[in-house]
């Protein structure tokens, strides 16, 4: 029998087979890309809703930008932590040498990866509609994104715990 692998590779491993199974699924795929593109689109070329003063395309980027994080840290995770409890996945991963620590790591960082590639993709779109971003706003902006990101993987798998709990009580 040969030993499990260390820990970093076994998170890393995770991460990437979570970040392909949200970039791959439909459902993850809708909510982590196409729609916040279809809002920031709406956004910035529309004229309702009023989002108050400002350029209307620097309110619709930043605006969109945190529905992306709460589209791909809170629902996106909803999502797929409800695919592995219907599979059963959940169950089978708290004995395996990953561990529940390494599950959540391995959530967290496909969850920055996919959050990554919503910025790249939404702020070259952005930018495209006519988006000049302030330099100085860019690392309170990743800060911001981040913190938000955290927070919404935490909401979202504290949530999934409890429903775990609720169907094993």
Known sequence: ????????????????????????????LLVSIVLPALALLGLALGTAPD??????????????????????AFTGQAISTGFDRRAGVLRLLGVTPLGRDGLLAGKSLAVLTVLALQVLALSALGVALGWQPDAAGVVPTLVSLLLGAASFVALALLLAGLALWLVAH
């Open 51 to 72: 989002l108050g003063p400002g350029r209307r395309i620097d309110l619709a980027v930043a605006g969109t930008l945190a529905l992306a994080v709460v589209s791909t």
């Open 1 to 28: 029998m040969s030993a499990p692998a260390p820990g970093r590779s076994r998170v890393l491993a995770q991460a990437r087979f979570e970040s392909r199974t949200l970039l791959s699924n439909g459902e993850q």
